[in-house]
């Protein structure tokens, strides 16, 4: 039986409706809701002019990767957190900024970002250090879709994605 955790996920970015469609089903999915314990999402459940947020209780492993696979292929950025389980993992949260490489962070079971001596090390100064609290803190965008009321769909010069 595989261990299981909370979770939560926030993305935003651009999509054209078709693209919405597909990322609601995957959405559907993988069980996630708007809200803790709430009702199984439905492409009705997103706020225009805001990122989309999600969240579920007993994800095995913690894990969402056709969501976060989907995110990554079509550029659209996220914020996930993933409860950690007793002395198998530790609380994480994953940063997408839309391209390149997701980057982890330690965090406790509130989502407050945490940092070991390695990091410290590696890091080698207060500003490198802070610097690392800065990159965990990303702000995901709102989630647009092509055709929103009083959101232009390039407002902020990004690309809309088509898949």
């Avoid at 209780?57 to 995110?71: D, I, R």
């Avoid at 001596?117 to 609290?133: A, K, P």
């Avoid at 803190?137 to 902020?156: H, K, R, W």
Wanted: hydrophobic share 40%; glycine share 10%; aromatic share 12%.
């Amino acid at each position: 039986m595989a261990d299981r955790v909370s979770i939560s996920f926030k993305l935003g970015g651009h999509l054209t409706p078709e693209t919405w469609l597909a990322l609601a089903a995957v959405i559907a999915g993988e069980s996630l809701s708007i809200e803790w314990d709430g009702p199984a999402f439905e492409s009705s459940h997103r706020t225009v002019g805001e990122p989309l947020e999600l969240f579920a209780n007993e994800v095995a492993w913690g894990k969402v990767e056709p969501l976060e696979t989907f995110c990554q292929d079509h550029g659209l950025p996220y914020r996930f957190w993933a409860g950690g389980f007793f002395a198998e993992w530790s609380a994480e949260r994953i940063v997408f900024r839309g391209e390149g490489t997701p980057d982890s962070f330690i965090v406790d079971e509130s989502d407050r970002v945490l940092i070991d001596r390695h990091e410290v090390v590696r890091r080698g100064s207060v500003e490198g250090i802070l610097g690392y609290f800065d990159e965990a803190e990303f702000t995901v965008p709102p989630l647009v879709i092509e055709g929103d009321p009083d959101i232009p769909a390039e407002a902020d010069g990004q690309e809309t994605a088509h898949g």
